[in-house]
């Protein structure tokens, strides 16, 4: 069946840095979405990976290990602004109408 | 650039009524895609519209949900009659094309509560 795995709830401090993972393991795969969505908000693009290896966009960056099933999402220099959930969400191939699969979420909560 | 909208952003009606939701994409976007998100559960996937074509239907739940794009512009989903379980927030989302690498952009979503 189709599973996606992400933590429910991080904190972190301020200027620190957090690693956000995500497992998963899908029927097919065509790439790999990051979003962030702030409470009572839309969801907002990060990231998308295709092909294995590290993304870096600014202080965020996301990686993939297709072999794994395995993707994380890097935010460095943390500010309370990130304070946010963060969705992984994988793209089914076109067989599947490249639906997007989605987990639940991680919640982030940023301390001072 | 307007981004994708949503009407209404909060809606509470009893079980039984019906309720339609409103999704404007952004301009110049063939596709249109409904989600909903469920209390504590992660997002799933309704349907896809490419203009006016329903592209993938296949995560309408029931006969009781029914969404148009009449035109190819807006769309609108209709659940008739509501049900308690029908309760959460419905994402409309849109993309300039399908496929591979498209971003989809979200909409604030339309929250749903059936009592």
């Known amino acids: 069946g189709q599973n996606i795995d992400q933590p429910t709830e991080m904190t972190a401090t301020e200027g620190a840095i957090v690693q956000i993972n995500c497992t998963y393991q899908t029927s097919g795969f065509n790439g790999l979405f990051w979003y962030q969505q702030h409470a009572g908000e839309a969801p907002t693009f990060l990231s998308y990976?295709?092909l294995d290896g590290l993304e870096e966009k600014g202080r965020f960056s996301s990686f993939l290990s297709r072999s794994k099933g395995y993707s994380y999402l890097l935010l460095k220099e943390l500010q309370m602004k990130d304070s946010a959930s963060y969705l992984c969400?994988?793209?089914?191939?076109?067989?599947?109408?490249?639906?997007?699969?989605w987990g639940a979420g991680t919640k982030l909560i940023i301390k001072p | 650039e307007a981004g994708v909208t949503q009407f209404p952003s909060h809606s509470v009606i009893e079980k039984g009524q019906t309720v339609t939701l409103r999704c404007d994409p952004i301009s110049g976007h063939d596709n249109l895609y409904w989600y909903r998100r469920v209390m504590g559960k992660e997002i799933k996937f309704l349907l896809h519209f490419v203009k006016e074509s329903k592209q993938d239907e296949s995560g309408m739940p029931n006969n009781r949900f029914l969404a148009e794009r009449t035109g190819g512009t807006y769309s609108t989903l209709k659940v008739q009659p509501a049900e308690l379980e029908d309760s959460g927030v419905y994402f409309c989302a849109s993309s300039q094309d399908w496929g591979a690498g498209n971003t989809i952009y979200f909409g604030e979503g339309s929250w749903l509560t059936v009592v």
């Open positions: 990976n295709v």
């Open positions: 969400a994988v793209r089914e191939p076109l067989d599947s109408n490249y639906q997007l699969i």
